[in-house]
């Protein structure tokens, strides 16, 4: 792939993508308000309803096991 190509494809998808600070802020808003986040599903900072699919126990299943396989572990 040519680098034009390349910086093109980077730029047009960039926009979908969030960056390290906004990917962190869940977790540092759950250690430091433990007593507000554990247990519950956060996105940008703001506690949100599971989803249909994060409530299926065998899909969730499913995917922990691909994440493992992928990443050659046998647990986390």
Do not use: C, N, W
Not at 30 to 50: C, L, N, R, T, W
């Amino acid at each position: 792939m040519s680098k034009k190509l390349g910086d093109f494809v980077f730029k047009v998808l960039d926009s979908f993508f969030i960056t390290i600070e906004e990917g962190a802020h869940s977790v540092v808003s759950a250690v430091k308000q433990p007593e507000k986040y554990a247990g519950f599903y956060s996105h940008e900072g703001d506690v949100i309803a599971v989803k249909k699919h994060g409530s299926d126990f065998k899909m969730r299943r499913e995917f922990i096991d691909a994440t493992l396989e992928e990443l050659g572990l046998t647990e986390l």
